[in-house]
């Protein structure tokens, strides 16, 4: 069974960049994307995602909140902020709320991949081939 993925970028080239990357990877598949934080949340709560990835930088929406939210519509579902640069105060805050990672946007695929991979079986032997 795929792993099921949504993700919250308000840039849409890196959005659709990231989800050209990860798509490309056996195993995953993108199920949503939006930019829109409202929009995220009911598309969460509908799709049903194993692993939400959040961009916090975001103009029309608070990072950390949108992760609260994003937790409380599915809480199956690991969320991750995948983020342009480390904010430590933000990373405490977003542990500190739920979040299962906090990691960096420039990230290659397979290690990104892995972190999933784990995120979603902790007891598995690393990434499947």
Known sequence: MNIRIFLIDEHRPARE??????????????????????EAIRDIAGLNPDVVLIDTKMKQANGID???RALAADEQAKVAILTSYLDPDERR???QIGVNGYLLK???????????????DPDSDGPSK
């Open 106 to 120: 420039d990230v290659d695929t397979t290690s990104l991949t892995n972190w999933i991979r784990l995120a979603i």
């Open 66 to 68: 949108l992760c609260r």
């Open 17 to 38: 960049i990231l989800a050209r990357r990860l798509a490309s990877m056996p195993g995953l598949d993108v199920v949503g994307a939006t930019c829109d934080g409202e």
């Open 93 to 95: 805050q977003a542990y």
